[in-house]
């Protein structure tokens, strides 16, 4: 995992869920995944690598907390959108 500021994150995840924990050692579900919810997912990482791989995950991630983090994931996006306009 890249360094960078020690983070816990908890984010909404839609993928295969052993994949995440693979990615995090540090983790823990919150909420099982379900045909009707995705999973709910705690980690304890740092902010740029976790960033990277939870981008890499395309559409099958949600970032719940913390907020600052949330934000930058948002910032992030939209200066990739801007590369495509």
């Known amino acids: 995992m890249y360094p960078g500021k020690n983070v816990k994150i908890l984010f909404e995840y839609r993928g295969v869920v052993e994949a995440a924990l693979d990615k995090f050692p540090l983790s823990k579900i919150v909420q099982p ?3 009707q919810q995705p999973a ?8 740029t690598g976790a960033m990277m791989w939870l981008l890499s995950q395309k559409d099958m991630v949600t970032v719940l907390k913390p907020e600052w983090f949330q934000e930058q994931m948002i910032t992030t996006l ?3 959108l801007s590369n495509y306009q």
């Open 33 to 35: 995944k379900t045909d």
């Open 40 to 47: 709910i997912i705690e980690v304890e990482t740092y902010d």
């Open 78 to 80: 939209q200066k990739m």
